[in-house]
């Protein structure tokens, strides 16, 4: 059965939420727990979220964000290119269910973020922490470029090396 890609619904978080917690089990992400996972799927300043959907089943997500000055992408890409803030997007939260990958479901979903960015003339950036190495290998398949290395700082004091990418233009 392939892949396909629609707005999230609100009634693809409880299988969404499931699937985060095996995420999380297998590969650490995201880094800072999963302790409310359907609250941590709602982003307060999302645009626009996805839902790969696998014979019925929301297998995947993504969200596109609105970015804010505070962000280390934003900071990244405003030193990078000097561009307006207000312009700028940030994907985020972008995750498929272990048991579902290697079928193009994390391609299609960026594709869609990338898609709706540029339909609208949004600027795209976002980080990703080193230790996720499908998830890069998945940026740089789509063009993406690193412009920026930093650390992420979480938790009681933990920090994660990470980097910033900006989508091809
Ligand atoms: C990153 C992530 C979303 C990728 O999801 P995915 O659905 O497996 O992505 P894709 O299927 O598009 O690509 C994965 C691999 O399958 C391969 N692939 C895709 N379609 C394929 C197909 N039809 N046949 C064979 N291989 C295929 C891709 O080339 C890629 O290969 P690679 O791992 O060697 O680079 C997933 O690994 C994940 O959830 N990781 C943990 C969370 C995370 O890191 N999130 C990002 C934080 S910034």
């Given at each position: 059965m392939s892949v396909t890609i629609r707005p999230r619904r609100d009634e693809d978080l409880p299988a969404l939420a499931a699937a985060l917690v095996r995420v999380h089990a297998q590969?650490?992400?995201p880094v800072e727990g999963v302790a409310d996972p359907e609250?941590?799927?709602?982003?307060?300043?999302?645009?626009?979220s996805w839902t790969a959907v696998e014979d019925g089943l929301p297998i995947g997500q993504v969200a596109l964000i609105r970015a804010v000055p505070e962000d280390d992408?934003?900071?990244?890409?405003?030193?990078?290119?000097?561009?307006?803030?207000?312009?700028?997007?940030i994907p985020a939260r972008l995750f498929v269910d272990p048991g579902h990958r290697?079928?193009?479901?994390?391609?299609?979903?960026?594709e869609a973020v990338f898609g709706f960015a540029r339909a609208r003339g949004l600027a795209i950036a976002f980080d990703v922490m080193l230790k996720d190495q499908a998830a890069i290998r998945l940026y740089e398949r789509l063009g993406a470029v690193r412009i920026a290395d930093l650390t992420h700082h979480y938790g009681d004091g933990l920090n994660e090396p990470a980097a910033v990418y900006v989508a091809a233009s």
């Open positions: 590969d650490g992400y609250g941590w799927l709602r982003h307060d300043r999302e645009l626009q992408a934003a900071r990244a890409w405003r030193e990078h290119s000097h561009g307006d803030i207000d312009r700028l997007a290697g079928t193009g479901a994390g391609q299609l979903l960026m």
